[in-house]
């Protein structure tokens, strides 16, 4: 199929080099445009940008689709398809319409549960017990459109970083399942019920309340990790902690309760698993705690 491809972040790489491995004809990349970061601020094209230029495909970069030059540009490539993954603009109705079977998203939830801009964090922080992903028909609403097909899988233990890959990974298989009969598919319109929104997550919400039970601080501590890492304080240092394990223990929620490193929670306790000191990487916490001057007793808040 003659494909355009439109993504941005390395969550999207996948499913573009999955089609292209399918034999597909991706004849353009739509990507964000450079962002300038490191030293000197240099431009950075995105993880898409990057590796569509390793394929030479030809990457555009619009700030949007105001211009009549951009949707011409785009209407000009006779597509049978575009690809949107992650690519962070809204698309007008003018370019969903131009290719032959329209524009197609692999949205990282269930839908319509978890509609919108983080899916992935907000399921885990939920407590939900599965999520996957769905190749949708994209239309004006916000993830509002009938979906081709889903794909399952549990999340368990599960930090958003680990989430996000193994998604990554189905949603590329799913679309080049999906295209391999899309003349012929007809997608499910989404239900009426169940309907949630995934909001973008604030970097406010990483504070740790430790009067909550142990087994909402796991699914709070896991959904924010690696990012933005959900902290607590110690000592006038901010401490961030990525990994746990919900374990049984009572004390003063924020007291350190046993070793190496067991905090007391309103309800229950947890272990922390990996954990960054300020100025320091993520590390397990055998390492964490060399020079680490915490002991029973010392509160976090």
């Not at 969550?11 to 004809?25: M, N, R, T, W």
Request: glycine share 10%; with cysteine; charged share 25%.
């Amino acid at each position: 199929m003659r494909i355009a491809f439109m993504g941005t972040p390395d969550f999207s790489v996948p499913a573009l080099k999955a089609i292209i491995e399918a034999g597909h004809d991706v004849v353009a990349v739509y990507s964000q445009p450079p962002s300038r970061s490191g030293r000197g601020k240099k431009e950075r094209p995105s993880p898409v940008h990057a590796y569509a230029n390793d394929q030479n495909i030809p990457v555009y970069t619009p700030l949007n689709f105001k211009s009549d030059n951009d949707r011409e540009q785009f209407a000009d490539l006779n597509l049978d398809v575009a690809m949107v993954v992650a690519y962070g603009l809204i698309l007008p109705q003018e370019i969903l319409d131009a290719p032959k079977y329209g524009c197609l998203n692999i949205h990282a939830s269930l839908l319509p549960r978890w509609r919108g801009a983080a899916p992935i964090h907000r399921a885990i922080m939920a407590g939900d017990n599965e999520t996957g992903v769905g190749i949708m028909q994209m239309e004006a609403g916000l993830d509002t459109g009938p979906v081709h097909l889903e794909k399952r899988i549990p999340i368990g233990d599960d930090t958003t970083g680990i989430l996000h890959d193994k998604l990554s990974d189905l949603g590329a298989k799913a679309i080049v399942e999906v295209l391999v009969n899309l003349s012929e598919s007809t997608p499910t319109p989404q239900s009426d019920e169940g309907v949630t929104y995934a909001h973008k997550i604030d970097k406010s919400e990483a504070k740790i309340d430790w009067s909550r039970s142990a087994t909402d601080l796991k699914n709070h501590i896991h959904g924010l990790s690696p990012f933005p890492g959900a902290w607590c304080d110690v000592g006038g240092e901010r401490f961030k902690i990525h990994n746990v394990e919900v374990v049984n223990g009572n004390g003063e929620p924020g007291e350190m309760i046993d070793e190496p490193l067991v905090i007391a929670c309103g309800d229950g306790a947890i272990s922390v698993k990996r954990a960054q000191r300020a100025g320091k990487g993520p590390m397990d916490v055998k390492a964490l705690m060399n020079g680490f001057d915490v002991t029973i007793g010392t509160k976090f808040s």
